[in-house]
C-alpha cells in the first residue's frame, strides 16, 4: 500500500525567501506525482503533475523534481511571497491503479 | 470555462438522517472521484467513476455511502444514517484521462 509522507507539516518564512517542500513515497512504481495548493476552506488546486519517466516539471516560479528511485519529490519555490499562503499537497497515482495517494500537506505561510 | 461545482457548500444534519451531496464535473471529463478530507489531513480517497460505471468503490467505508453517476456526468454522493465521524469535508473531481484532476471547492457535512 502506497504511503505518502510531507516534511515540513508548516513552514514559515518571510517574503523572497526561496523554499523547499519534500514528499517522500514508499512504492516507486508510481505512474505520476501530482503537486497541489489548497487555500483555506477551499478545494484544490493542481500545480503541477509529473508523469513516471520524467524527472521535473516547472511552471512560473514553481519547479517540481521526481526521483522515483528513492520515492522522492521535492517542490520548489522561487522568490516566495504571501500569496504563496496556503497548504500544498503531494499526491502519488501508483502504477496499475488511477487512485492517488495523498500525503496530509505542508502548511505554509509567507509573511510580508 | 466552468469548473468542478458542489452542491451544497454546507451541509448540517442530525445523526440518522440521510444526505445527499452533489457534484458536476466539467463537461466532457469521463473520469470522476469522491475523497473526503478531515481536518489536518489529506483527502481520503472513497469512489472512482469511468463514465457510469464505478471502476473503483474501494475506498467506501462501508454500506451506508454509495455514490451514482447514471448519465456518466453528475453524481450525487449519498450517505444513510449518517454518524458524527461522517463530519468532514467532501470533494469531488474529475479528469478528462487519468492525468490532471480538478476540484470542485467540496461540500462541509457537519452531523450533529
Known amino acids: 500500500k502506497q504511503e505518502v509522507t510531507q516534511i515540513p507539516a508548516a513552514l514559515s518564512v518571510p517574503e523572497g525567501e526561496n523554499l523547499v517542500l519534500n514528499c517522500s513515497f514508499t512504492?516507486?512504481?508510481?505512474?505520476?506525482l501530482q503537486w497541489f495548493r489548497q487555500d483555506p476552506g477551499k478545494g484544490l488546486t493542481s500545480l503541477l503533475l509529473?508523469?513516471?519517466?520524467?524527472r521535473e516539471q516547472t511552471s512560473g516560479r514553481l519547479n517540481a523534481s521526481l526521483d522515483k528511485s528513492s520515492g522522492r519529490s521535492t517542490l520548489y519555490i522561487a522568490a516566495s511571497q504571501p500569496g504563496d499562503s496556503a497548504t500544498y499537497l503531494c499526491?502519488?497515482?501508483?502504477?496499475?491503479?488511477?487512485?492517488?495517494?495523498f500525503g496530509r500537506g505542508t502548511s505554509l505561510i509567507v509573511h510580508p | 470555462g466552468a469548473g468542478v461545482s458542489q452542491t451544497p457548500s454546507n451541509k448540517v444534519t442530525e445523526k440518522g438522517k440521510y444526505v445527499e451531496l452533489r457534484c458536476d464535473p466539467i463537461?466532457?471529463?469521463?473520469?470522476l472521484y469522491w475523497y473526503r478530507q478531515s481536518l489536518g489531513q489529506g483527502p481520503e480517497f472513497l469512489i472512482y467513476?469511468?463514465?457510469?460505471?464505478?471502476?473503483?468503490d474501494s475506498g467506501l467505508p462501508n454500506d451506508r455511502f454509495f455514490a451514482v453517476r447514471p448519465e456518466g456526468s453528475v453524481s450525487t454522493l449519498k450517505i444513510q444514517r449518517t454518524e458524527r465521524g461522517d463530519s468532514a469535508v467532501y470533494l469531488c473531481?474529475?479528469?478528462?484521462?487519468?492525468?490532471?484532476?480538478?476540484f470542485g471547492p467540496g461540500t462541509r457535512l457537519t452531523v450533529l
Open positions: 473531481a474529475s479528469s478528462f484521462s487519468t492525468d490532471t484532476q480538478y
Open positions: 512504492d516507486s512504481a508510481i505512474y505520476n
Open positions: 509529473i508523469q513516471s519517466s520524467q
Open positions: 499526491a502519488v497515482t501508483s502504477g496499475g491503479s488511477y487512485i492517488p495517494t
Open positions: 463537461s466532457g471529463h469521463t473520469a
Open positions: 467513476f469511468q463514465g457510469t460505471g464505478a471502476a473503483d
